[in-house]
Structures are given as structure tokens and as C-alpha cells.
């Protein structure tokens, strides 16, 4: 991908800390990551969150089978120092690697950790002593209306987001981090995914055929991020610098999409497809003109649109930064509920969904319940797979959750 | 990927035909083919052969459910046309496409179609008059040693290898093709892959760590490839210009391989991991030498090791063109067979193989027969799908497969 390995100019313009952390007392080197609050001691951001989103994904969670918080601790600690070795290009120590990204640049690696619910709670049980820190913002997604959620691809202890500028370089560091954490924890699902390089200043087509992404919060303005990306000053003192991640897997019918006109599309979207404008709007950066009616008294932008259902406006100022990938399995056999009854083998891809905010239930949650009731597209989308974790901030010079984990 | 946009410079150098040819009486242009023999009626390759490999793959194969030879020939004509169109960055002629590759270039995109057993005879019967034509060199493939084909992941009366610079783009041509056959051929596999751009004249690594495709014929050389990849002169008139496809789908058991020495790994291949060079050699290109000894008198590359069961030398001179692809589907639970003895989730991951050649019988099958039975590295590798196309040229103005199915 042209130039997408370049560093995102956006870190080099803020107090953008980079260099030798001193992870351990080894030669760690940080990959890109921003300092908040310049106090005595800063807290940098996960990277892979605000970061320009790279071409390729590889989403993977894990159980922990480990017993004791000492051994979380240490893979936490083992996977701080190998990620930080990565995303610099750099060899992990004491570690023989299998060589698949040997002769590779970095090709702009972001890894980015996460911890789930069942890091705090299992079963009922309080598995590690940290019960009572677990963050009230990680309280368990509710089920939304239509999730067809699939055990072997939902939940997870932990989480590891890897991103990079080409797939065997993303799927490489979670490999890498899955031999890592042999012993401690089991790998639970695994999802790749793709973005196609449409050129810079350009929003990427999803699978939909549409332009995906429109919607973010401005990530070049820290007072957008800190309203509604990063945990609040009040959140608890171990998640500051920290974001709460939601993965979803979003099957799409795309055969039965692909039957529906052009013009259906767009209303149950709320969008033009060409351009990625609002319905009624020339641009795609034209604001959602939510109250326009057309000279029959209906809204020109349909009530159960995915785009109103999805803005700002209707959920309270509510918002979410989205980090959705295309995702693509092959095929797997599939029995349509609706005309034309198709029964054969259709295309088990959609979009890997991740998003991070402040907080869940405020976040995706309150957006989501509503889509899940009323969002026209849900025609032709299914949750198969869901997860919820926490990316807590790290302090310079230690490893990502020893807030959590060492205290 | 930069610089794999660029034309392939070998297209440019030879007899490259490209511009209207015309097909059914459309503005198609032809992506790029090379002419061969250049006497009143020149037969043009397919593309997705001999050019270079791009980095993402979408291989798919359908059953035809049409019963007429005339509906197979029309689908043909409609796939060429679209074919055609999408590798020249047009659109599709009288088609609402999904759009997802809207704005995007061609991404180097190239589409072969390729002709399984199942279009000449199925469970005994001529079902569309073309058993007599079929090729002697399409015979089926064998049931090798450790076989553990999956047949929802094996076989298909059509084929179609969409390779491109990007994967949403090598994804939305098999997506199209795959809608102009609604009717007419049913999905019936597909698989997707993925080649890590390690940059100009460096081999890259499959995700066993190693480097892949030193063996190839040069595909620069017309002699190596009239001789090796396309098919031979006396093969059957419709199929001159054209090549055999073998495919297979090769799941590596990679945790198994990462716990092996680096030694051992070396000693299974044949090759050192980190240059690519033969045991014994230097350099990557140094010729294997098979007869040298150690100071016990033992040979220095095994005799079971891979790349000496797969040497042209070893196989009484039998060459195949490889375009392997690695590929990863997530996590599926494995129970391994060995020690540790391991149990869970692991990487549904290895190696999407394509090799192209003048006669399967005397290129994959010689070569794979012995490799199936000795090959030190079946202790890791399991072929779990499997498919088998010949690959027609195509005389310019006409649509792949006319020289079969309108004769």
C-alpha cells in the first residue's frame, strides 16, 4: 500500500513519545503512541487505536488457563516486550522466531491489548482478585435483538488487535504472541481482515458496495478523542489512557444484497452510493439532513435508515470510533429465509467490527440497540460473533495492565 | 504493493496482443495474454499463468447446474466479456455491480478460468456431449498417501483463480462471475490468499519461515515454458495455448513446526531457513547438490528431505509451474497427534498450492507421488483440498472455452 508505511503525522505534530522505554530493563522501543496529560507521569495511549487504520488485520482472543495473577502478569509482561520488539522491527529477545516476516519492514504494526470480563469475573468466581477493580464500564453487553452469536467465535479473556500494511505481517505478531503465551493462554477465535487501499483522503468502500467510515470522530482533535474515545477522568485509575474495544463479526448476505436495486440500497442505508452522500446532500462529508421531507410529508431519509439510526443526533450525542475491516471465510452452505429461498453455498464475509470509546454502555451500546430493533439493513446482516474488552493506557517504562495486573 | 501495478515487463518485451478483441461484439479488452506460434490464427495464453504473482488470491470453483452445452457456452462468453472488462478497469457491460471495488484501479487483476473433469463426464455420464474431447491429460489425480480430502473443499466442474494487488478487488471479481452464474453453476469452494510483498527479486517466505517458489521454471524463457507449463502439441486441438491447474489446499500444522529446532526444520527442507541456500551452499541460487556427502558418508541434504524429493533431477526432469499462496481461515480445534499431544484451537492456516504444467500426469502427480510417501515434512503438512482444471487458450475475438463448447 502506497505510502501507508509512512508515520502517521499526526503523532509527530502532539507531544508523540517514542523511543527506549526500558521495558524490563531491556532495549524495548515503543511503536507509536501519544502521552496525555503531561504530568509527572504521562500515560501513553495503546497504539492501533486513533492510528490511521492499515490495510490488514488479524483479531485474535484468548482464555486464560494460567491460575495465578503472577503468570498474567508475566505474559502481559513477556507480550509487552515482544509487541514493543515488533512494531520496531526489531528481534524479540530470547525468542526463536519462525522467520515468515524475516526480510519484512514493520510495515506500520500496531498491537494492541485487551482485557476481558473474564479477566475479573469468571463464572461467578474471582479468579485473580481483581473483582472489584473491574471497570463499571466493562459491564457485559446486553443481547441485542437478532444476535445469532456463535460461542466459538464470541468472548475471550484478552484480547490482541494486530494491524499492519500486509496480511502475513499482521497474522506473524499474533502467531508470535499465541507461542508467547503457550501454557498461560489458549488462543479462543481468530478473525483476519482487509481494507483495499482507495488512496489517501479517500473513505474505503465496504463489501455493501458503500462508503464505510464517514461517520468517525475528528481523531485530530484531542478534545473529540477524550469526550469519546478514552476512559474518563473518572473511570478507574488503571484504564487512564485507556479505551474500551467491542469486536463484532457482521455476516452480510451479500448475495441477497447484490439482488436489491440500486435505489433500495440507498434508502436502507441513507445514502448515495456513488458518492457517499446523505440522501438529499451532493457530498459525502454533507451533513445528515435528518428533519428534510419530501413533498408527500415523508422524511427523505427513512426512519429506519441506517445512517439516522447510526447518527450522533438520535442517540443522545452519543459516539463510537469505528475500525471495521472487510472480512471474507469462503463459503459455507446457507439456507435463505427469504425470496428467492436460495439454498447453496454463499460468501461468509462481512465486516469485522471493531470500535472503541469511553465507555460501552454509552458508546455502542446505546447505538447498537437501537439499530439491532429497527435498522432496515438488518435485512441483510447477522452478529455471529461478538467480544468486549478493556485497552488500558502504560505508563513509560512499563508494561500494558501492570497498573492492574502488578498492583 | 509497490510497484506490482507496473506491467509485467515479459508481457511487453514478446508478442503481447492487447486491445479490442472483440469478443461477441463488445468494447471487451483483453487483459494481459502473450500470442503464441504466430502463424494465421495466434493462440494467446491465459492471463494468471506466467505473469508474476500478485499479492492477494481468490480461487473459487462451481458446480454447473445448467443440463445444455449451449447455457455452459453462453456463460462462458458472459464470463470472458466481464472478465475482459474488470481486468481493464471497465465496467461491466448491461451489469449493477455490488461496487465495492468502485474507484478502486485494476490492481494488476487477472482471472483464469479453468475446465474440471465434471464438464466432460459425471458419475459415467456424457452430460454435455464433450466426453470424447476430454484431454488425456486430464485424468483424474490419484488418491496419494495421506490424502485427507475434505469434499466440500475439493473438485468443481469450473474454476476461477482471481489474483490482484489487493484483496477486495481479487474478492469482488470472483463475487461477479459467481453472480453471472446464478442459474447456470453453483459455488461450490473457494479460498482466498495472501503473498507478503517482500520486495523486487526476493523470494518471499511461506509461513513456515521459508523461502518458496526457488524452483520454478523461468517463465522468461519460452523453451522452459513450451516445454513445462503450456500444453504440449499434440495435446487436443481447443486446448493449445493452454496449461493444466492442479490445486491444492495444504493446512500446515504450524504450532507443531514453531516448537522444532531451527536445525530440524532446515534438515526436513533441504534448505538453510535464513538465506534459502541448499544445505551445503551459499547462496539461495546455488544448485542443489545431492550427492554430497558428510564426513560420515551420509548425504548432506536427506534423503527424505523436501527439496530433494521435489528436484527436477530427482524426478527425471519433471518441472511444474508453482503459484502458491498462503492462507488463513482462523482458529479450528485440532487434537494433535504427536507430543506435546496438544489439544485446541489452532491456525486453520498453510498453503493455498497452484502449480500450472504441461501434463499433470508427468508434473504434479510424478512429482507429488513420491513426495506423499517420503517427504519428511508430511509430519507437518496435510493436504485437506484438492482440484484439477485444464486451462484453455484462447484465440483473440472468441471467448475462453469456444474452441470446446460452440464447436
Sequence with gaps: MRGRD??????????????????????????????????????????????????SIYFMTFDITAEKRADVAALMRRWTQAADAMMAGHAIPDFVDSGEAEGL?????????????????????????????????LADLPRFTGDQLVPARTGGDLSIQSCANDPQTALHAARVLARLAYGMAEPRWAQAGFLPDFGRHTTPRNLMGFKDGTMNPDTTSPRATDRFVWAAPDDVAWMQGGSYQVARIIRIALEHWDRMKVGFQEETMGRMKESGAPIGGH???????????????????????????????????????RRAYSYDNGLSFTAERWPPWHQGNELDAGLLFLCYQQDPRTGFTKIFDRMAKFDMMNQFTTHIGSGLFACPGRKPGTCIGAALLDA
Design 283 to 321: 457530498r459525502e462529508s454533507d451533513p445528515l439532513d435528518l428533519k428534510a421531507q419530501d413533498h408527500d410529508g415523508n422524511p427523505v431519509i427513512a426512519e429506519n435508515a441506517h445512517a439516522r439510526l447510526a447518527a450522533p443526533s438520535e442517540n443522545g450525542g452519543a459516539q463510537i470510533l
Design 105 to 137: 519492514s514493520p510495515k506500520g504494526l500496531t498491537l494492541t491489548f485487551g482485557f476481558g470480563p473474564g479477566l475479573f469475573t469468571q463464572d461467578g468466581r474471582d479468579r485473580f482478585g481483581l473483582a472489584s477493580r473491574r471497570p463499571a464500564a
Design 6 to 55: 509512512d508515520m502517521n503525522p499526526y503523532f509527530s505534530r502532539r507531544a508523540f513519545l517514542e523511543g527506549a522505554l526500558g521495558v524490563a530493563g531491556l532495549n524495548a522501543v515503543a511503536g507509536p503512541a501519544r502521552a496525555v496529560r503531561p504530568v509527572s507521569a504521562p500515560v501513553l495511549h495503546q497504539p492501533g487505536i486513533t492510528t490511521p487504520q492499515q490495510s
